[in-house]
Every structure is written in structure tokens, then in C-alpha cells.
């Protein structure tokens, strides 16, 4: 049986009785029934059984008739009901306020109904309730195979498993990346306790409870489905239910989708980009290779990021380069950008459609959420390039970038050239006139409070990375906006600069410049 007691007072003939006090516990679940005939009943009362009772045991003994309820309690009872008419016509009501207070629910049985009779009502009502519940589980297999034998399931996968469980669905990666969430509850909150153990369970918190399933492929975790269900209990189906569910998803995700766009295009196109960059094809017979197989990157704007590792022995850095191009594939929005993936020697080069700039956000996040253990990843991005002929300087590109941070100590996870680009022209001005340049243009500053300093020169820099948006120095910095305006405006008096003059801001970059430039000179002495 489970059934809570709230459901279990809207059965026939127990809907005749009334529940007088522990209205706190009205979610417990009655998993049997129970009929009080011994002293010592509470020996060997089990976890979610109810007890009914004329009452006989502690009919002259209110005292221990309240401590039977904090016995009763101790031992899991989903509650009591006591049948009126024959020793008590009322319930004492020290016995009313001790199930108040223990949450305990408390029930006045109706006298012209046997114990039998409220026993039967019951487990008519779970035979009921249960066949009902393996008839939509049934209905719900049916669906999910139908699902699981289409052609193309993964376009529609989250949607749809959401759908015929009849409950809202996470699926989050092994690295704690959202990947679907159907529910109303942020991401962040479904991932303030991860890492998981790998085990389902259920997940409670203030609101929301969800039943978490471990995605297996073969014994590593790929990840974990939550179903989002408000239900105190899962019956066994139920139960059964999620786990094939949850099979599917973790099939189809990491087969149906991985396996065939590595094999089918990531493979033989990514060696394609390999063979190109050593001249080994034209870029002509590139484009109609990827045209051939719909990759639309070469048919508008699009980038190149070169990702690698550090802090790995040269032994292991093929295994670890092979390592981070599985996980750009399997982050789910890396694989939105639809871009592809080499392993080549200066490490996992990525090329992507670059219309909306969404890969910045998602190459981070990929990189960031890296496992520990598997070296330190870094990726440096080229500017945005129209045409597959400058797919070779994209790739030159990434690697000055990179040449670049590792010279100036940048620690950055993503740099990009379009960012470090004007360091090609001032390379050879000699470091005096970049010392005086700096004294001229922030020197108002750095003679002031060395706190003070680091604080509003960080303020400065950001803004300045920020192309002079307030709003989002101000969520960089994580302060308030006013906090920001106000920022700016003394450091506009302390330099004596107009920040809406681009002049100004072109002076100030180049100050920034040069200060790194400065800083990578003298770290290489």
C-alpha cells in the first residue's frame, strides 16, 4: 500500500471518519494497516503502518495513551485512529495536544464501520489506484519504445521523454553542465551540491524534489536525469519507468549523437582541416567537401579557437588532447554552435560559425567545468574570418594569440587576437617611451594609495575590455551600476580624460598595452 493519509481519508468508509489533531502529518504513507490488540503493540509496529483501536489498552490511562502516540511516532507510524462509541465517546485532549505537537495524525473512526471494513476500503482502493498506474506505465513503455525505434530521436529527445513521463526533466552533464531543464528551477540551484555520487536518489529541496538517475555508458558516468516529481512516494512502476527513461536518454546521447557526428563528419572533415593547414588540399576542394556534407561553416562568418593543455608530460598530452576534443563534443553548448573539432599538434583546433558570438560563452564554460586531473586547458581565438581561404591565417592567428599570453603571464582561460592584435605594432617601440606613455596617461593615479590603486585600475581595465559598457563592467565587477558610474567619474577627473572622446579611450588601452608588455619584458630577465 502507499498511500498518504489524506488520500486514504477520502476512501470510503474511511471518509467517514474525521481527523482530529497532527494535521502536520497528513503527507505520511500508510504502507499497511494494523489493528491494536497487545500492551505492547509499539515492539512491533513497522515504519508507515497505521494502528487502529477501540481504544480498550489506555481507555483509563490518558497519560500512557500519550506516551502509545510518542511511541507510535518514534517508530515511523503513519498514524492513529481510535474508534469512539465503546470505551471513549471523545478523545482526551492532552492526547489531541501531544499529536499536535509530534505532527501525528490523530482520527476519530465512525462507530457503524468495522475495523475490516476501513482495512478492505483501503486495499480496494490501492488494488485500484495501482492498476491504474501499471496501465499508464504500460502506456507510457509503449511510447517511449515508439520514441527509441525513430530514425532521428536525439532532435527531440529531452522534449519528448519530458512529455511521456508526465513530469518536467534535467539532463546534466559529467561535468555538472546543464544540458536540458524543462522545470521551473534555475540551473544554478540544481547544481548547488555537485559533484553527485553516482547513485539515484532523490534530490529535495525548499519547492522542488526530483528522483536523480546516474547516464551510464558502459561503467563511466556520462551524466544524470532528474524527473521533477511532487509526489511524496514512487511506486515501484514509477520507479521502473524513470529507469528506462533514463536509458534512453543516456543512449541516445551518448550514442545516436556522439558517435555518429564524430564518425560521419568530426573524423573525416576535421582531417580534412588537418590536411588543408599543411597544404596537402586545396581550399576549394575543402568548401566542397563541406558543402557535400551540410556543414555550413565556410558559407558565412566564421572563427577559430585553438585549445590546449599544460601542466602534462609529453607523453601524455595526445591522450590528453583526445581527451578535451571528446569533451567540446559532448558539452552540450559547444555541440550547438555545430562547429568541428582536429586534434592537431599544436593542439584540439575548433572552427566555428561566429553569427551571433555565442561560442565565447560556451568554449569558457566547457573549459571551465574541465576535470580536474586532466591538465590545465587554455584556448586562444582568432579574429572573425568570411571565407575558407583564410582558414590558414584564423589558425596563425590562434597561435600568436597564445604566443603572446604565455609572454605577458596572461591568466586568462580564452584570449582572443582581436584583443591583442595592436601588440604586433608597438612591439618594437623601446621599453622607455612605453614607461613614459604610462606616466603620461595613468600616472595620476599610481602615486595614490596602493589599495585604492589596484582597486580602480581594475575598475579602469574592465571597462575599457567592456568597449566603455557600464552595465556590464558593473556584472563583471560584480557591483552595483551606480558603483560603476561613480568609478569612472573620479578616475575621469584623476587622469583628466573625457571617456567620450575615443581619443581618450584609444590613449588608454595602449597604456594597458604596453603595461603588459612591460611586465612579460621583465619577467623574461
Known sequence: M???????????????????????????????????????????????EMVLTTGYLVKDRPDEACQLLSKLNKRGSSGLGIKLGRYWDSLPEPLIEQADRLGFPLIELPYQFTFSDQINGLFREEMKRSTGMLQDALEKQIRLMRFALQSDPIRHLFESVSEVVGHPVAVIGSRGQVLHNSSDIPDAELLVRWP?????????????QAFRIPLMKQSQCTGFALFFNPQPFLSPIEESLYFQAAELVSFHLNFKYEDYFELSVQRDFGQMVKRFLQNGVSADSLLEYARRWDVDLFEGPYRCVLSDVTGRGAAARDEALEHLKSELLSDGKVRALKGVHVVVEEGVLSVFPDAEGDWEEAVGACLAGRRAGKGEPKAAASSRKTSVNQLSAAFDECLEARRLSEEWGMAERLVKFDSMDLAFVFERIPPERMRTFCDRWLGGLLHRDPDYVQEMMRTLE?????????????????????????????????????FKKVNDLMRLQLAFLFRRMLAAKERAL
Not at 474525521?18 to 505520511?28: D, S
Not at 553527485?196 to 522542488?208: K, L, N, P
Not at 566603455?468 to 580624460?497: P, S
Open 462 to 498: 574592465t571597462y575599457l575590455a567592456c568597449d566603455g559598457q557600464l552595465n556590464e563592467t558593473a556584472k563583471k565587477l560584480f557591483i552595483h551600476r551606480n558603483t560603476a558610474t561613480y568609478r569612472i567619474e573620479k578616475l575621469g577627473e584623476i587622469l583628466e580624460v573625457d
Open 196 to 208: 553527485w555520487s553516482v547513485h539515484h536518489q532523490w534530490m529535495r529541496s525548499d519547492g522542488w
Open 2 to 48: 502507499q498511500l498518504t493519509v489524506e488520500q486514504a481519508l477520502s476512501v470510503y468508509p474511511l471518509s467517514e471518519a474525521k481527523l482530529v489533531a497532527g494535521f502536520g502529518g497528513v503527507n505520511r504513507v500508510i504502507r499497511a494497516v494494523n489493528v491494536m490488540d497487545a500492551p505492547d503493540i509499539t515492539e512491533w509496529i513497522k515504519e508507515g
